[in-house]
């Protein structure tokens, strides 16, 4: 099994945050990175302790996302520098992964 | 980049159980989590091995649900000890991570 | 507290891969994985740079899906190997994680 290494990402943001249109566009357009994924979570709070819930009357609420993905670790540390600038601080959270790449059969890892 | 580390949680649920907001009740007044997030899987199954799936005709099936939250490595270690009188064993899973605290120039890591 | 290490898997599919059901069938039937559980991003792009969004108008959209569970290590590594000839190159991310298995003293992790 032929891997890499790679830094695994997740930014918190919510839905009314104009900043999600211009994050996806910044990783897309500028960043190059292998991909991203959006996730819309059901409910939450962050460090205000307001929670954000989705109930039946109210689907336009303030829901948390979640902006998710991974790269090479060099290139994710470029990435978080370019970003900081754009975020407020305590909402990007990363870790060490690996990836698979084929299944040829080179020394793993 | 100014980092921190962090235990990084994800507890497995479905939407049936009643243990749900008595756990983000929990982690929201009683252990002051930094913040966290809930999401609703489309399918799934656990160690019964039943399968919970969202189709056209039953969006009111007991869903899977993964309640999201990091803190502090000392912090969440409390929780989970505190945690593990409401969760049945071998729902929680954590893992350490790197939260971005700010954009000042201070020592990685 | 009493834990053990298990190894942490995400594959990144689309709603529109016809893999998706033969994955999730695998993975019961013969992997007999611990538990899966399987989220739908709200939008996402991946190598190709193709956007893949959910709009008002556009609910069949072919969207983001991901397939995520974790088992010990050994076995995550044979289910790996099984899965390789089933998904593209690049799709599987996987880290070491612990889970909390009860609420008995014995030495953790």
Excluded: C
């Excluded at 099994?1 to 830094?7: H, R």
């Excluded at 104009?18 to 996730?39: C, M, N, P, S, Y």
């Excluded at 993905?69 to 060490?96: C, N, Y």
């Amino acid at each position: 099994m032929n891997t890499s290494k790679v830094t695994f990402v997740r930014i918190y943001l919510t839905e009314a945050e104009a900043k999600l249109d211009a994050l996806i566009k910044r990783l897309h357009d500028w960043e190059h990175v292998r991909g991203v994924t959006v996730f819309r979570g059901i409910s939450g709070f962050g460090p205000s302790g307001v929670m954000h819930s989705a109930g039946i009357m109210d689907l336009s609420l303030n829901l948390p996302v979640v902006v998710e993905f991974f790269d090479a670790p060099d290139k994710i540390g470029m990435i978080l520098e370019h970003l900081q600038g754009m975020m407020e601080p305590g909402h990007i959270v990363s870790w060490e992964a690996i990836l698979v790449l084929d299944n040829s059969t080179k020394t793993p890892q």
